[in-house]
């Protein structure tokens, strides 16, 4: 069975799977970890969620579409809030996190755990 495309729940929560980088299936082809959504109690869809490293690179790529230009373009500062919103979102929870922000940055490891460190002195943790 395929996905009903222009059933309102599917045209509800398409945008966000989007983003997330997650995939749209029928029901019937979910897995266990696999996240089944109804309407009216009918199974109407399954979301795949992406590996969290995946992920990342999903938000990455619509950071730069927010920005109009690649993050290594930015400025410090703005660098700077691109690394507390990806903290925010739990970018620095994956393996190899600190390394995958700070190649698409354009800067080091260390500078990336500097603008963290230094958020993180502000908020008195």
């Known amino acids: 069975m395929t996905w009903p495309a222009d059933h309102p729940l599917v045209s509800a929560v398409k945008p966000l799977v989007d983003a997330m980088g997650a995939e749209l ?5 979910a897995q266990v970890d696999d996240v089944v959504l109804a309407w009216e109690g009918v199974d109407v869809i399954a979301v795949r969620l ?3 490293s995946d992920s990342l690179d999903h938000i990455l790529a619509a950071m730069e ?3 109009g230009k690649p993050l290594a373009e930015l400025d410090r500062r703005t ?3 691109v690394v507390r919103t990806l903290e925010a979102r739990g970018a620095f929870s994956v393996r190899h996190g600190v390394e995958t922000v700070a190649g698409a940055l354009g800067v080091s490891r260390f500078t990336v755990y500097n603008y963290l460190n ?3 002195g502000a908020k008195g943790e």
């Open 25 to 29: 299936l029928g029901p019937d082809q």
């Open 50 to 52: 992406p590996q969290l």
């Open 65 to 67: 579409r927010r920005h």
């Open 79 to 81: 660098k700077q809030e």
């Open 118 to 120: 230094r958020e993180n």
